[in-house]
Every structure is written in structure tokens, then in C-alpha cells.
């Protein structure tokens, strides 16, 4: 099976992370991507860009041209910040991926994906 996880912050963009809380957290997503990798888990992985470079699309109705608005698509405390795609055998080694990169402020969303690989 494969799962999104779905990493999500609350801090503020413009307060960046102590240095030491970074490289811990760094060092966490690190240990992940190394074992996954090694398990043959690993599809994708990405740091988003904040939110300032986010532009959300919305049609409202058959036909109509699409809008295209600045920020994310919700009013929200938290905001997504990055993500995984990894395989996992059952939701439980999602869960246990998921809670060893879960940030201090934050959450980490898993979802089941239907992947289409390509050639």
C-alpha cells in the first residue's frame, strides 16, 4: 500500500527554527529517507515553499474561466510544509514513519494514495 504523509506546520514562517531544533528535525527526516530507501519504501519526498509562492485555482460552475488566487487554498493555524510517498505493508508502519518526523508544532496527515507509476 502507499501512503501520503502529509507534513503540517504551525509555526509562522517568519519565525524560523533554533538551529539545534532544525538539525534535530533534519536528522529525523534524514534517519527516514535512509531506511525507507533502504526498504525499497521511498516514491517521493519534498519540501514545499511557503506560502507567500502559493497560488490556488478554483472554477465555480460548468464553463466558467478559472480564478486564480494568491495564498492556500484555507484559513488554517497549520499549513503544509512537505510530504512522503512511501509503500508501506499496513497503516501501522505508516503511522510509525509518519510519527518519527512529526514536527513539535505541528502534524503529520497519512493518507492511502492510488499511484499510477509510469515508465
Do not use: N
Amino acid at each position: 500500500m502507499i501512503y501520503a504523509l502529509l507534513i503540517h506546520s504551525a509555526r509562522p514562517e517568519s519565525e524560523p527554527l533554533p538551529a539545534t531544533e532544525e538539525r534535530a528535525i533534519l536528522s529525523r527526516h534524514r534517519a527516514l529517507q535512509e531506511e525507507a530507501i533502504a526498504r525499497a519504501e521511498l516514491l517521493a519526498v519534498a519540501r514545499l515553499d511557503g506560502r507567500d509562492k502559493t497560488r490556488t485555482v478554483r472554477v465555480q460552475g460548468d464553463g466558467a474561466a478559472a480564478v486564480i488566487t494568491d495564498g492556500p487554498y484555507m484559513e488554517t493555524k497549520e499549513w503544509l510544509v512537505g510530504f512522503y510517498l512511501i509503500e508501506c505493508a499496513d497503516e501501522a508502519i505508516a503511522a510509525a514513519r509518519a510519527r518519527q518526523i512529526c514536527p513539535p508544532d505541528g502534524s503529520v496527515e497519512i493518507r492511502p494514495v492510488t499511484w499510477q507509476r509510469t515508465p
